[in-house]
């Protein structure tokens, strides 16, 4: 009969296993996605407030003035996002059209 695998001890190790290492340590070649968060989808956003990773946004107009100013300053942030000048009516209709994105049954608590 053949040995049996031995299962690696967890508990005598230093590492924790349910948390991953930052990129940077686990990959050098990706240090730049530190502080990179996956985008979820923008259907029904309008009712998902607060925003961002943390909930430090309260609402979508504040959301569009943030990236507006070129986002967040970080290391990691992508070169494609810098400051662009919008009008009072601009931000207003990126609004609205965020707020498209929710269908009617949503609002109503139906599912789509």
């Known amino acids: 009969m ?3 695998a031995q299962a690696p001890d ?3 190790s230093k590492r924790d296993y349910r948390r991953p290492p930052p990129l940077a340590v686990a990959n050098p070649a990706l240090a730049g996605l530190n502080f ?3 985008t979820p989808t923008l259907r029904s956003v309008a ?3 607060p925003y961002m990773h943390d909930g430090s946004v309260a609402t979508l107009g504040d959301v569009v ?3 507006e100013k070129g986002g967040i300053a970080r ?3 992508s070169p494609l996002l ?3 000048g919008l009008t009072d009516r601009e931000r207003l209709d990126l609004v609205a059209f965020i707020e498209s ?3 009617k049954d949503e609002v109503q608590g139906k599912a789509p």
Do not use: V
């Open 10 to 12: 967890l508990i005598a």
């Open 36 to 38: 990179a968060f996956k």
């Open 75 to 77: 290391p990691s942030r």
């Open 82 to 84: 810098f400051p662009i």
């Open 47 to 49: 009712l998902r407030a």
């Open 2 to 4: 053949p040995a049996r």
């Open 101 to 103: 994105l929710t269908g």
């Open 65 to 67: 003035k943030l990236y």
